[in-house]
């Protein structure tokens, strides 16, 4: 834990360790949408893994404030962002957000009405498929645009502490 801290910081490794309970309850999520489908899956296991995980991840971070870290800069340290960094880096978690829930709609829906629907020619539902396509360009559009900004922030922090 004493160089995954020092590595990435305490933002980065509070971020990074995140996932132990966040793809837990992701796969709860996606399970409990399919269980009353096909009844299969078993969304309590996941949910109760997804729980304990979390109550890991706090014990974790409570002990996160007592590891020594080394003085130099990261990425992804909230106490040494500069404000642009901050909200290019907001910026881009709302749009991979966006993305993921765009991932996420598409993984659980039967597309097929829709598209018949396109194939047919209704104009309804082929502006509904375009509407759906433009956001998930926008989605990606804005990660990508979000993340080059914040790495141009992060470089003009670096190189403004370089000199004196």
């Not at 590891?67 to 992804?76: E, F, G, K, T, Y």
């Not at 881009?92 to 629907?117: Q, Y």
């Amino acid at each position: 834990m004493n160089r995954l801290v020092d590595r990435f910081g305490r933002t980065g490794f509070a971020a990074l360790s995140s996932l132990i309970w966040a793809l837990p309850m992701a796969a709860w999520a996606g399970s409990a949408d399919l269980s009353p489908i096909d009844k299969t899956a078993y969304p309590w296991i996941a949910l109760a893994i997804g729980v304990v995980m979390l109550v890991v991840w706090l014990v974790l971070l409570t002990r996160l404030s007592g590891v020594r870290v080394a003085p130099r800069q990261r990425r992804l340290d909230l106490g040494q962002m500069s404000r642009e960094e901050k909200r290019w880096n907001i910026a881009g978690f709302a749009f991979v957000c966006g993305l993921i829930a765009w991932l996420n709609a598409a993984a659980t829906v039967d597309w097929a009405p829709l598209l018949a629907a396109v194939a047919a020619g209704r104009i309804g539902p082929s502006i509904l498929g375009a509407g759906l396509l433009l956001f998930l360009v926008a989605m990606l559009a804005g990660a990508w645009i979000s993340w080059r900004r914040s790495s141009a922030a992060f470089r003009h922090r670096i190189g403004a502490q370089a000199r004196p």
